[in-house]
């Protein structure tokens, strides 16, 4: 499988779509088609002929999903045809499963990276490429589970969602890697996702600004009102979200830098040539960041105080109505020390929700790395997918009772070729 992802700019030039089988019985199984193949179009998956994409799964409907190019938005998007077992969207549902009236769903909106289930074990990346796009320099892994209380026991509900988009449009040389974990459902994550690289696209569109950053190596700026102006955005009263994002970009002489930020427990960590680099703070209430922080306000924690109106993170994007009710919330976001990525360098970058960090330390996830690496990762086609499924499979394995997700960004892999175009 390929690792080098790219993100379609909807441009009317056109857009090809893969879809490439990640896990279950159909693994490895692949299909392209471009937006102007109209006779080909609407791309049909399911478990049995005439489907486009047939899938050997017990879970799959023998026509379960379809994926149309959308000419009026100039978009991909998938549609669930009435199936029994459902189709998740970055492990969201995209329709009410009804057994008796097997009604369709509502045209969902594709991007680049993007993974579609289909019942409970197919996963399907979604690749989307269009004529002026760069590959994604190096291999990007992503994985993710709702996980369950117990073992054997019920899923839990799915609050996280990540997603990944490079390169930013008019940005060409930036991308933005990020994972936003919801509390009180999945709307806050779910907006704060599709929110948040609009806003840095939007602040990375002006040339000044990219130019100064570029110029500065340095994206404090951009990263703290993009956060700013997603919270104005967002309209969640009652539901709220983590946020932890790394930008990443190219110097144009083939050296990389990257800079997080973040609000909640979601965390980053990169290692680079052996030394690692923790790229984000602990905002739980029991922090000393926020302990600290709340005291430089003149709001400090009480003895005992381990929660806030009953949530135990000093910082969120959303949760509107809590921070009308104490002004010790905050959306200000930590923002990293920039790290650079020289053309030599060998490492890694980690982000992941917290689920893993709350049974897996820093020191272990490097060392897990490691192991991943000498055990699976050289006989896969993407190494980087192989290493974020073994440390989602760790989390599993020590039993955590939270939704985890994982980006594993793969810089021992970095491809510094040219712009790709596609085939006349």
């Given amino acids: 499988m390929l690792s080098y992802l790219s993100i379609s700019s909807a441009g009317h030039a056109g857009s090809t779509l893969t ?12 299909c392209s088609i471009q937006s102007t193949s109209t006779s080909n179009l609407p791309l049909t998956l399911g478990r049995v002929a005439p489907s486009d994409l047939l899938l050997k799964d017990s879970e799959v409907s023998g026509k379960h999903a379809l994926i149309n190019w959308n000419l ?5 998007e998938v549609v669930d045809m009435g199936s029994l077992n459902g189709t998740l969207l970055n492990s969201q549902a995209i329709h009410q499963q009804d057994s008796e009236s097997r009604h369709w769903g509502h045209p969902t909106e594709l991007a680049n990276g993007d993974i579609v289930t289909l019942g409970t074990s197919t996963k399907i990346l979604v690749k989307i490429l269009s004529q002026s796009e760069c590959l994604i320099p190096f291999g990007v892994g992503l994985a993710s589970d709702p996980m369950a209380v117990r073992r ?3 899923k839990l ?11 930013l449009p008019g940005a060409e040389q930036f991308g933005l890697f990020g994972i936003c974990d919801g509390h009180g459902g999945a709307g806050a994550a779910t907006s704060a996702s599709k929110i948040l690289p609009e806003m840095v696209t939007s602040i990375l569109s002006d040339s000044f600004r ?3 950053v570029l110029s ?3 994206a404090s700026d951009v990263l703290r009102d993009a956060f700013l102006q997603t919270e104005a955005c967002m309209n969640h009263h009652y539901e709220g979200c983590t946020a932890t994002v790394l930008l990443a970009w190219a110097d144009g002489l083939g050296d990389f830098f990257a800079q997080c930020a973040n609000v909640g427990d979601s965390a980053c960590v990169m290692n680079i040539d052996g030394k690692q680099i923790k790229m984000t703070e602990d905002h739980r209430i029991t ?3 926020e302990r600290l922080r709340m005291q430089e306000i003149g709001e400090p924690l009480k003895d005992g105080e381990t929660r806030l109106c009953g949530l135990n993170l000093g910082r969120m994007l959303g949760d509107k109505f809590l921070k009308q009710q104490d002004a010790r919330f905050s959306s200000d976001p930590y923002i990293s020390p920039v790290v650079c990525i020289h053309q030599a360098s060998r490492g890694f970058a980690l982000l992941a929700s917290d689920g893993f960090w709350d049974v897996v330390n820093l020191k272990k996830a490097i060392q897990l790395v490691q192991q991943a690496r000498e055990r699976h990762a050289p006989d896969t086609e993407n190494p980087a997918e192989t290493i974020a499924n073994f440390l989602l499979n760790e989390a599993r394995t020590q039993r955590t009772k939270d939704n985890t997700s994982i980006i594993f960004l793969d810089f021992d892999t970095i491809n510094r070729d040219p712009p790709c175009k596609l085939d006349p």
């Fill in 287 to 289: 922090s000393n960041s």
């Fill in 19 to 30: 879809l490439e089988v990640l896990s279950g019985l159909s693994r490895g199984l692949r």
């Fill in 216 to 218: 500065q190596c340095d």
């Fill in 72 to 76: 009026n938005k100039l978009k991909w």
């Fill in 152 to 154: 054997g026991g019920k």
């Fill in 210 to 212: 990219k130019e100064r």
């Fill in 157 to 167: 509900p799915m609050e996280d969602v990540c997603y990944y988009r490079w390169p």
